[in-house]
């Protein structure tokens, strides 16, 4: 990259652009095998994680409007305004955690990541403490701390964590090829049956099919050579197939 100094010339661009080089690594995930089944696991139960995610930001929005209602604006630097006086001395302003407010809903927001990580929550009280005078607002800290932290945080983690082994074993699943006797041969995500009878019952199709399911709802888990098999050796009351419960097929030919 070459920077001409001109008028226009902004050299934080450059940095951004050197920065962005950084995104080549992702190359690894399609390259290195263990990192190639991670990121496939990842995007796969991304979307069955939506719902506790979108949990944790109301909550933690929640937390930030009341947070701007109780304390907005008593974190100032302003030398004209004596509760900055208040904030020299101890080891919020010590730690420069000047940025860590509720003077805005952005800045709320900087503050309860801090708290959900657990990064040094106890300094970022102390200068709220100082400034209000009081120690009531251990209150608000805590019990962001056991609500956000201890029960919903905690859910979240324990939930990838169970759903990364799941798909795990699912995706190991995938390199067997699963043989449903005169009905249909299952590999990977797919399965592959003659369309002229399925489980018993004549169509009148002919030809090789591919039959896949997926979930009517992003957030439902399924294991989808279980729901295949499922498929090819369950019949109804009228002979005729009858697929997994929230699933539908869909299905092209040969």
């Known amino acids: ?28 995930l399609m390259i290195v095998p263990g990192f190639e089944m991670l990121g496939s696991i990842t995007a796969e139960i991304l979307p069955a994680t939506v719902g506790v995610i979108l949990l944790l930001f109301f909550l933690m929005y929640g937390f930030a409007a009341l947070g701007t209602i109780l304390y907005g604006g008593l974190i100032t630097r302003d030398p004209a305004n004596p509760l900055a006086a208040k904030l020299l001395g101890n080891d ?23 708290l959900l990580v657990v990064n ?28 956000g932290v201890v029960f919903i945080n905690n859910l979240l983690i324990a939930f990838i964590v169970n759903a990364y082994f799941q798909q795990l074993e699912v995706i190991k699943g995938r390199n067997n090829e699963d043989v449903v006797p005169g009905e249909a041969v299952i590999t990977g995500e797919k399965a592959l049956f ?22 009517i709802h992003a957030d439902v888990e399924i294991d989808e050579r279980e729901g295949l098999r499922r498929l090819f050796t369950q019949q109804s009351s009228t002979g005729s197939s009858k697929g997994p419960d929230d699933v539908v097929i869909a299905s092209n030919g040969m």
């Open 1 to 28: 990259y070459v920077y001409y100094p001109n008028a226009y010339s902004n050299s934080r661009l450059i940095r951004f652009v050197v920065m962005a080089r950084a995104f080549r690594l992702g190359r690894l």
């Open 92 to 114: 919020f302003s010590d730690n420069d955690y000047w940025a860590n407010n509720f003077n805005d809903m952005m800045s709320g927001m900087n503050v309860l990541f801090n």
């Open 120 to 147: 040094n929550w106890t300094n970022c009280e102390i200068g709220f403490e100082a400034v209000t005078g009081h120690k009531w607002v251990r209150f608000f800290f805590l019990s962001f701390h056991v609500v």
């Open 194 to 215: 003659n369309a002229s009878e399925i489980t018993g019952t004549k169509t009148g199709a002919t030809g090789g099919y591919y039959a896949r399911l997926r979930a």
